[in-house]
């Protein structure tokens, strides 16, 4: 099946330049293209897109509210969007995870990374493993004081193992990673990791991060 791509940046080199990549796989194609947030939308919808690569800063509607705008709209349920940015400085990133992101990298990301990431989020899973994203994550989402009031709330439909696993995730651990840490199959953590997300009423693997942090089951 092949994974159709939209490109949202503002700038005409950056959109062509992912274009050549990601035409350059067998399993991708690029169905449409967007220099701002309203027309990603717009073509995301028109073209039913799988994966949506955002910029954040593009002029009129930015990044964050396109996100925003693809998340919260249930017809748009099974679209991504992939954040692509220069993250080591934009303050933004935790923003768009709140909005509805499934994760973020570099525009310096090498063409291979690319491809694999929007692979990667186009599966269902959060591009949130490595160590600089753990990081920033770290630093957006660590409350200065105590966890959001009602978090544990929030989390008392959970089991105790769907919390470990949760915690875990949270700290950018892959499934693999996890079910080697539990001694569990890799299906088994997904199974847990889905039912988490059920519960919880959360549109995916990269809102159970966020959450994690929030409530306090995770720590930076």
């Not at 919808?45 to 249930?74: C, F, K, N, Y």
Request: net charge negative.
């Amino acid at each position: 099946m092949t994974i159709k791509v939209v490109i949202a940046d503002d700038q005409a080199l950056v959109r062509l330049g992912f274009r050549v990549i990601i035409d350059s796989a067998p399993d991708m194609q690029v169905v449409g293209e967007a220099p701002d947030g309203a027309q990603a939308v717009r073509v995301a919808r028109a073209e039913r897109a799988d994966v949506v690569l955002m910029d954040i800063r593009m002029p009129d509607v930015d990044g964050l509210a396109a996100t925003q705008q693809i998340s919260s709209d249930d017809s748009l349920a099974g679209i991504k969007v992939l954040i692509v940015t220069t993250f080591e400085q934009d303050e933004y990133v935790f923003e768009a995870l709140r909005a509805g992101a499934s994760g973020f990298l570099s525009k310096a990301v090498a063409p291979d990374d690319l491809l694999d990431a929007v692979r990667l989020v186009a599966a269902g899973e959060a591009l949130l493993s490595p160590a600089a994203t753990r990081a920033l994550i770290g630093t957006f989402l660590a409350a200065p004081t105590a966890p959001a009031a009602g978090g544990e709330d929030r989390l008392r439909d959970l089991t105790e193992r769907e919390r470990q696993v949760s915690a875990l995730v949270a700290e950018g651990l892959s499934n693999q990673e996890i079910a080697d840490r539990l001694y569990i199959s890799p299906l088994t953590v997904k199974t847990h990791v889905n039912r988490a997300i059920l519960k919880l009423g959360l549109r995916d693997r990269a809102q159970l991060v966020v959450l994690a942090y929030q409530t306090g089951l995770a720590h930076p």
